[in-house]
């Protein structure tokens, strides 16, 4: 059995699994957009999504990636993000995809997509490859979402546990 930093993990999606819905996800988005976008991925959970979903679109997209840590304990978020790493580039006027890894309290993509607006984008659509649905402390819901997942600790794909986890090709729950 798989482990990290000693607690067994179980795996939840193949990497098969994600490989097809990350493939349906991008026509999904596609078909919205129509014309090319600007994707913004957060680091550094979304890296790994961000990688898949650019080489799946026909588009000819640009990418930019935005770096932002929020306060609070290491497993859960509290509303405040300090931005770590800016946006290369301007965004006012453009139309973009904002992608993260996990949606969890609300509180890191409620306030990253309040930024990207004060910023000027014309238009902000959201992709999370999970949704914990049930651990919601704010409102916010993303317009392309790969799995809903229950409440469990999750790693791989990016996602890490104290930065161990990130590299493997599934999703797995830490026991
Ligand atoms: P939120 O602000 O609570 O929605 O948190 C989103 C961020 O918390 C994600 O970008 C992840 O970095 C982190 N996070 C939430 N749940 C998990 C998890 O199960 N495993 C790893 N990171 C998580
Ligand atoms: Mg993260």
Request: net charge negative; hydrophobic share 40%; with cysteine.
């Amino acid at each position: 059995m798989q482990s990290i930093k000693g607690r067994p993990i179980r795996l939840l999606l193949s990497e098969e699994e994600i490989r097809r819905r990350v493939s349906q996800l991008a026509k999904e988005i596609e078909d919205y957009f129509k014309e090319p976008f600007l994707v913004v991925g957060l680091l550094k959970g979304a890296f790994v999504l961000t990688a898949d979903l650019i080489r799946e679109f026909s588009l000819p997209v640009q990418v930019d990636f935005m770096w932002v840590s929020s306060y609070g304990t290491s497993q859960e978020s509290q509303g405040h993000v300090r931005i770590v790493k800016d946006l290369d580039r301007d965004i006012e006027g453009k139309r973009l995809l904002l992608v993260d890894d996990i949606l969890d309290t609300g509180y890191t993509l409620q306030e990253v997509f309040r930024i990207l607006q004060l910023k000027g984008a014309e238009e902000i659509k959201t992709c999370v490859l999970l949704d914990k649905k049930e651990r919601r402390k704010v409102p916010f819901e993303a317009d392309f979402v790969g799995f809903e997942v229950p409440n469990l600790f999750l790693v791989g794909y990016g996602l890490d546990w104290d930065e161990e986890g990130r590299h493997l090709r599934g999703i797995y729950a830490v026991e």
